[in-house]
Structures are given as C-alpha cells and as structure tokens.
C-alpha cells in the first residue's frame, strides 16, 4: 500500500528564515502524482501543488519550491524568508491508484509550522 | 468561481440524534470524496465516488455512517445514531478524474460536528 511520511510533526521559525519541509513516500505504481495541501488557523485546506511522477523538475512559485527526487523517493517543500503568514499545517499526499482504474490520496500526518514575528 | 460547498459549517448535536452533512462540488467535477479530520487519527478517507457511484468505502467507520450521491452536484454523509467520539471536521472535496489522470482535489470548508 501506499505511505506518506512527514517525519517532522512540527517546526517553529523566525520571520524570514528558510524552512524545508520534507515528505518521503513508498508506492508500488510507476505512475503517481504528489501533492502538498496547506491547512491555515482557520481550518481549510489549500491545494498548493501537483507533480506527477514522469516530471522530475523542480518548481519554483514566489517564495514556494519543491524538489522532487524519485531516487530517494521525496517531494521536500522550501519556504524562503517565510512569514507569519505560512503559519498553517502542512500535508504532502500521494495518489494510490484503486481497483477499477480510479484513484484516491493517501495523506502524511502533517507538519505543523510556526512562524514567529 | 464557487469552490466546494458544504453545510452546515457547524453542527452539535446530542448523542443519538441524526446528523445529514450536505456537499456541493465544483461543477464539472466526476469525483467527491468525503474525509474526517481529529487530532487522534489526522485526515481520513471515509468514502468517494466517480460519476455519482460509490467506489470505495472501507473507511467508513461503520454501519452508523452512511452516504449517498443523487446527481452530480450533490452528496450527504449521514451518521445515524450518532455519537460523542464521531466529534470531528468533516471535509467534502472534489475532482476531475479524467482518461486515468489524476487532478488536484479541492476541498470545501469543512463541517465541525460537536456530539455532546
């Protein structure tokens, strides 16, 4: 079966340090997509990023980035000069493919991150 | 463009009683899948569906949990009795599964279910 790990469960900063958040997953299927879902104070989850498994660069959006590395099987995500405003729970998940052809998420636990003033 | 849309944000209710989560997804979408949130157990998948059919619901808790998807554009997850540990936030989410490619969910904002 699939698994997500995010081994940190939580991380506390200062405003404008760079924190990296890692994931690390298993999957049998040679086909996958990755993604990472912010959950803010005030409870929803946010889609952040998709990345299939046949596209190994890495991506860049603002102070965002993500290294996906299938060699040691990792989707890690980068804040740069984080804010107060990154304050949320973070969950990296993967799609597991089902029977009938159709698909569903396996989440991490989350990594809660704290960005102090 | 309207997100997911769930009601009611807020639910509480007294042990026993029938409580009906309602879900709206984003039009155009095939998928819907309901999950429930505790500190305990994190996020869980309890049941989707595609094209209106239930796919899999092996994580639904039991046989007090039901759902049901009439038509595309609506869903109810119903927990009949309930009971005090069924206290959680429950989120309905949405998404296009389209020749076997899989797309980003969206989720709606969630329904915080109080069993006292």
């Known amino acids: 079966a699939q698994k997500v790990t995010q081994a940190q469960t939580e991380i506390s900063v200062v405003e404008k340090e760079d924190v990296t958040l890692d994931c690390v997953y298993e999957t049998r299927d040679t086909t996958y997509y990755l993604f990472w879902y912010k959950q803010p104070p005030s409870g929803e989850l946010v889609f952040l990023i998709r990345r299939n498994s046949f596209d190994e660069q890495n991506e860049i959006s603002g102070r965002y980035s993500w290294n996906f590395q299938k060699s040691t099987s990792s989707f890690n995500f980068t804040i740069t000069a984080s804010q107060v405003v990154d304050s949320a729970v973070y969950f990296c998940a993967l799609s597991e493919r089902t029977q009938g052809g159709s698909e569903k998420l396996v989440f991490g636990k989350g990594m809660k991150l704290t960005v102090n003033p | 463009d309207a997100g997911v849309i769930q009601s009611p944000r807020h639910e509480v209710t007294e042990m026993g009683q029938e409580v009906t989560l309602r879900c709206k997804p984003i039009s155009g979408h095939n998928s819907l899948f309901w999950y429930r949130q505790t500190m305990m157990r994190g996020l869980e998948l309890l049941i989707y569906f595609n094209n209106n059919v239930p796919i899999d619901d092996s994580g639904m808790p039991e046989d007090r949990f039901s759902a049901k998807m009439p038509n595309a554009s609506f869903s109810t997850l119903k927990i009949q009795p309930s009971e005090p540990r069924d206290s959680a936030v429950y989120f309905c989410?949405?998404?296009?599964?389209?020749?076997?490619?899989?797309?980003?969910?969206?989720f709606g904002p969630g329904t915080r279910l109080t069993v006292t």
């Open positions: 989410a949405s998404s296009l599964f389209f020749a076997q490619r899989f797309y980003e969910q969206y």
